[in-house]
């Protein structure tokens, strides 16, 4: 059985997927790739890991959690499972290009393949493909819309400057 939750963030509602046990998608509702709803999946709140993952994202938006903690099964090849991986490495705050991912994976030639499959990523913010930016510095595409992954940013550089004028 495949359930789903709503969770209304700073930057739109969020649709949340599970399995039951795991995370399996988190969408903005207006992402590209986002997963079309069926009509066997049931709305259900409090389904594992629902709870865990609105209280993670509530931290996240808060300023308050910088890693998130929750058990993820993403379907994809092993390209992109490679890829997804190396995504959760960008620190909080950070960001790296398309390239430098490419180099982090193994395949330095492989900068439009990786862009490729950051933009499949099922569970965008909590596997963090929001910090990939162009070689140049400036953002490039997102499936939930330059605007959010500017808000993503933005939020992370303030909150990260928040916790070093704190230390």
Not at 54 to 76: C, I, M, N, R, V
Request: net charge neutral; glycine share 8%; with cysteine.
């Amino acid at each position: 059985m495949i359930y789903f939750t709503f969770y209304d963030s700073p930057i739109q509602s969020l649709r949340l997927v599970s399995d039951g046990r795991s995370l399996i998608g988190l969408y903005m509702i207006s992402e590209k790739h986002d997963a079309i709803l069926q009509s066997d999946w049931r709305e259900d709140e409090s389904a594992a890991p629902f709870p865990a993952a609105k209280q993670q994202l509530t931290a996240y938006f808060s300023g308050s959690l910088t890693e998130f903690d929750l058990p993820l099964q993403l379907q994809g090849t092993p390209f992109q499972q490679r890829v997804w991986e190396a995504l959760k490495t960008i620190p909080y705050g950070r960001t790296m290009s398309y390239g430098e991912l490419a180099q982090t994976i193994g395949q330095p030639n492989a900068s439009r393949a990786v862009g490729l499959a950051n933009g499949r990523n099922p569970v965008s913010i909590v596997v963090p493909c929001h910090r990939v930016i162009g070689a140049n510095g400036k953002l490039t595409g997102y499936g939930g819309g330059i605007e959010r992954k500017q808000w993503l940013l933005n939020h992370e550089r303030t909150m990260q400057l928040k916790i070093d004028l704190a230390i």
